[in-house]
Structure formats: C-alpha cells, structure tokens
C-alpha cells in the first residue's frame, strides 16, 4: 500500500469518526404518567416493565400526587412528576392531566398501554445528540458531544428505581400487588448544552438512596422533543 493511499484512508476514517460524533442513534424515551391510586394504571405499568427489557426504548415511570387524596398516598408520588406532566399538557395542548399518560420522545402521547405511539417512534430515524453515561469513582459521569445549531436544551439527570412491588391497602387498588417498573425517585438539571462537547460529574452519594440507575435526557428548553438520552445503573 503506498503512503498516499494510506493517507486517503486515515483521512477517510478520521471523516467517519468526526460525523458519528455528530449524531447517534438513540432510544425511543417513553414516558408513564401513573399512580398507585389509579385502577386503570397498572396496566400500563406492566407495559412499561416489557418496554424496560428493551434495548431501544428508555421507558421512564413518574408518579404523580393528585390521586393521593382518595384514599391511598402513593409512596413513590413527586411533585416534579406533576409539574413535568403539567408542561407536557401545554406542549401537547391537553385541556387536563390524566393517568395513565405515556408521552413518547416529548412529542406525542396516549392512553395507558396503547403501543401505537411507541411502535411509530420506533420505525422512525431516531439519531440524535451523542450522551454517553458511565460510573468511574463513585461519580455518574456525563458526557454530550458536539453538534452544532442545536437550540439551547437542558441536561436532566433522572434517578429510578428498576423495580417495586407494592401492596396497596385502599384506594381504588384496594388489595393489589402492584408490579413497577423503572419508577423516577429524582429530576435534576445538570446544565444547558448549547451545541458544545459538555461533561458533568455527580457524586453518586447524593442520589436517592433507593435510586439503582440514572437516565439522561437532552431537552430543549421548555421541554420540547428529546434530542438525546441515554441510561446506567449505579447500583
């Protein structure tokens, strides 16, 4: 092989390189509106458990509060899960919030277990912003790569426990078990990415106890469509 066609050849990977920096192919992020006082939710929180075996979904559980006063408190209930949905309701243009809500990609929602919405996105070209999260020293390191003329976008870091089982003693599941999946205990923004190669570090001490892993999400502001996401167990 001469030098020059060498030379073709770096240059050409190196090309390769800088544009696969540039997008990747992301999860579709799927997001449960849901709560243990709701009979028509546990459902859509099986749903949530069979899209969390997937490698190409990040399928998120938020607990809201507003069910807690008919006669179950939900242990897993946040106040940022409802003012998450309230925004989402604007965005989508909903005259209400309802239970169960899945909203895929921040762009599109419906009704409990409907998979319609997920089967689309999923068919769909899903590249989007590079995340990269890992653990090194008892810190959850966050890495967003460049891509530039992107709008300004928060970087959330969502904290969730993988899995719960749940006895409900009233409400409307009065005697259930309730199985739950990938159920968020934490939102925290990290930062606004504006384009450039961005790192954030959180010590993983500072997560929920109960937490076992973290997603990220890339979110213009005002939590339009997600650009990128990614997730990892810290525990």
């Known amino acids: 092989m001469t030098r020059s ?3 073709c050849i770096g240059a050409a990977a190196m090309l390769c390189c800088v544009a ?10 799927v997001e449960l509106f849901t709560s243990q006082g709701c009979s028509s939710c546990p459902p859509a929180d099986a749903y949530v458990g069979k899209l969390s075996a997937r490698s190409d979904v990040l399928a998120l559980s938020f607990h809201v ?16 899960s409802v003012e998450r949905q309230n925004i989402y309701a604007r965005n989508l243009r909903r005259s209400t919030v309802y239970t169960p809500q899945l909203v895929v990609d921040g762009r599109d929602d419906s009704v ?5 919405a997920v089967a689309r996105a999923l068919s769909e070209n ?54 739950e999946f990938n159920i968020v ?20 001490s500072s997560l929920p106890p109960d937490a076992t892993d973290v997603a ?9 469509p997600i650009m990128g996401a990614a997730a990892h167990a810290v525990r």
């Open 185 to 204: 205990r934490n939102i925290r923004t990290l930062g606004v990415w504006k384009g450039q190669v961005e790192t954030f570090r959180v010590s993983v």
């Open 126 to 179: 899903r590249d989007g912003v590079p995340v990269g999260v890992s653990v090194r020293d008892a810190e959850v390191l966050v890495e967003i790569g460049a891509q530039p003329g992107v709008p300004p976008s928060e970087v959330m870091l969502v904290a969730y426990l993988r899995h719960a089982l749940s006895a409900i003693g009233r409400g409307e599941n009065a005697g259930r078990t309730l199985d």
């Open 112 to 116: 409990g277990s409907d998979g319609k």
């Open 65 to 80: 509060d507003y069910w807690d006063d008919l006669g179950w408190r939900d242990r897993f209930a946040l106040a940022q």
């Open 216 to 224: 990220v999400l890339v979110q213009p502001s005002g939590q339009a």
């Open 5 to 7: 066609l060498r030379e």
């Open 20 to 29: 696969a920096t540039n997008a990747q192919p992301r999860p579709v992020v």
